[in-house]
Antibody, heavy 119, light 110 residues
């Protein structure tokens, strides 16, 4: 059974940093292209970042809204995905989901972790 | 970015057919491949894949769900609607990066 479990969300002040972790199991993580997707309090879903597999040189891609502030990474030995978030803004407030795409759709989602950014 | 537009709310009676639409700002099809996907989200839960590539039912999804469309216009149909289907439904395109989502349609009981 595929499992994705996000942790690390919390209340943080604007300008501060936070690191999210997604622990996975039930599939071959080292071959997987992984993503972070977030959902705002208004329920809008927004793709945040993607990291490809080692065979794709761990290529990374970011939404314009987070480029230069967020960093996606992975540890294949731990089957874990990370999102380092710096210079946080109030508009980064959202539930952050770890997802595995498999192909070009988001087949599996974690339960999400809530990040609240406030001054 | 490709913008996906959905009606915010759809009111339906149990046992009736629900038709949820999604319109893209440009075509999301390549040849015969329609790169539009549908998700269901119940309150307090994560989104769940229902339909991939416009018309393919994801694993474990009941046959009362179906999808259709091509180009810029896509439809998710639920027939008949059951109480367990009351949720929000989102479309998502993978034709171009970044992948984008519609604003969601909340299915309510009439």
């Amino acid at each position: 059974e595929v499992q994705l479990v996000e942790t690390g969300g919390s209340l943080v002040q604007t300008g501060k940093s936070l690191k999210l972790t997604c622990a996975t199991s039930g599939f071959t993580f080292s071959n997987a292209w992984m993503h972070w997707v977030r959902q705002s309090p208004e329920k809008q879903l927004e793709w945040v970042a993607q990291i490809k597999a080692k065979s794709n040189n761990y290529a990374t891609y970011y939404a314009e809204s987070v480029k230069g502030r967020f960093t996606i990474s992975r540890d294949d030995s731990k089957s874990s995905l990370y999102l380092q978030m710096n210079s946080l803004k109030e508009e980064d407030t959202a539930i952050y989901y770890c997802t595995w795409s498999g192909r070009d759709w988001f087949a599996y989602w974690g339960q999400g972790t809530l990040v609240t950014v406030s001054s | 970015d490709i913008v996906l537009t959905q009606s915010p709310v759809l009111a339906v009676s149990l046992g009736q057919r629900a038709t949820i639409s999604c319109r893209a700002s440009q075509s999301v099809s390549i040849s015969s491949i329609n790169l539009m996907h549908w998700y269901q989200q119940k309150p307090g839960q994560q989104p769940k894949l229902l339909i991939y590539r416009a018309s393919n039912l994801a694993s474990g999804i009941p046959a009362r769900f179906s999808g259709s469309g091509s180009g810029t216009d896509f439809t998710l149909t639920i027939d008949p609607v059951q109480a367990d289907d009351i949720a929000a439904y989102y479309c998502q395109q993978s034709r171009e990066s970044p992948p984008t989502f519609g604003g969601g349609t909340k299915l309510e009981l009439k």
